[in-house]
Each structure stands twice: as structure tokens, then as C-alpha cells.
């Protein structure tokens, strides 16, 4: 049985344009909604997935993480009817302006590029591929350690166990990456050391070529994965209670 909220298109006849319109407006329409639905789930899920994102930050506060927590749903509802004006807007006929050229002004702002752009621009695809593949070998390396989360939060990408063990922020030349490791770490390779807490040192690390992703890097992500578990485990260890044992009272003697 067909849905009746669903378009039906009849197999052959003659159609009025009108007629055309209004079902493929209603195509429109449902295409949206089950768009909307799955790329709100997509958004929570990310938008949610940041409750660690200042646990290496202590130049922001416990007031600012609150307030930054509550607003997340009201970000989310401010997203959800951007995308359905947009939309509305679209259907009305209002083409698109500011982001992209309309076609008829495309042409006199249309420029070939000169052999310096050229060279440029296959320099630049080279190293987006570089950085791809480098990408592709941290994620590799990660993966192998165990079992952990993987998520996107703001412009960067979290590996996590019970707290994050580092992070990759892509630049436009190379990958940053943040790695958190119990000592200080003296190497050329080791760009900045931040103390993360009292436990926890960060250290960030510029990757520009997948042949840059092994020893002693492989090694120091390593260390990083266990030491999340590690710290994880004693922390769990402290919040168990402590049993005493009961003594009873000895009983009076008689005289």
C-alpha cells in the first residue's frame, strides 16, 4: 500500500505543468525533511561529543565550560531553522548571492590562470594529497592501538578512551597534531609543550608527510593510549568506597 504522504507519479498519461510542479514541490518537500532529520542527528551527535574539549584547558573556566554546555541545544534549534529559511527561500526563487557568481556574472569575473598560477595550484593539490596521506597513517596507527572514540569536535579530530590521548588539527601546510604523554618530551620533532593538568603534558607535533608518521611518533601515541587507560583505572580505583570492617563490642564481664 502506498504512503499517502508520499508523491505518486502515474506511468504514462498526459500531465498538466501545474500538476508537475506541485508533485515535484511535494518530492521536494520530503526529500528535505528526511535531509533535515538525518543531518540534525549528524549535528547532535557532534555538537554533544564535546564534553572534553577543555579538559586540556586551563586558561578557561568552569562557568565559561557551563554556559558554552547550555548553549549547545539552542545552537542546535538556531541551525535547524537557518537550513528550513534557506530552503524556503530557494523554493520561492531567491537564487543564492555573495557566495558563488550567478552565471550571467560569471563570465567577466572568469580569469585563466598564468603558468605561475598553474605551478601553483599543482603545488598546492600535491600537498593536500601529502597531508591526505598522512592523515590516512595517523588513522591507521590509532586504530591499531585498540578500542577507543573517534569524533569530529569544532575544527578538530579526537581520539579518545575515557579521556582524549591526542588530537589532529588540520592546517593548510600540515597537520597538527597534539599528543598527551605523563613527561616532557625533548625532541626536535616537538614543536610546543604545554602542561595539559597535573597529570597530563601536551605536546604538539607539525606532520606534513606520511613518511613523518613513525618511530618515534608511532611510539609516543603508544604511550599516550596507555596512559588514558592507565589514568582512567586509578581514577576508577579512587572512586570505589573503602569496606571497613565492623568490630563488635565485647561483651562486659561479670563480676
Known sequence: MADPESPSFPAHGPVSASRLNQRSQALLRECFGQFVGRLHKAVHISVHATNDLFDFNEHVSMR???????????WLLEYERTLRMLYVRRIGGTPRSGRRPDPESAPPTFH?????DQEMQ??????????QLAWERLLETAISLGDQRIYASHKSIMFSRQSCYFFVRPK???LE???FLGRELNSPQVRRVDRA????????IQIRHRDEVETPVTDWLREAYKLSGALASKAGAKSKPVSRATTKPKASRRS
Open 177 to 179: 597534531l597534539c599528543v
Open 64 to 74: 565559561e565550560v557551563a554556559d558554552f554546555r547550555v548553549r549547545r541545544d539552542q
Open 112 to 116: 585563466l590562470l598564468d603558468p605561475l
Open 172 to 174: 593548510r601546510k600540515f
Open 197 to 204: 593538568s597535573k597529570s597530563k603534558i601536551v605536546h604538539i
Open 122 to 131: 599543482v603545488a598546492l593539490i600535491r600537498k593536500v594529497k601529502d597531508l
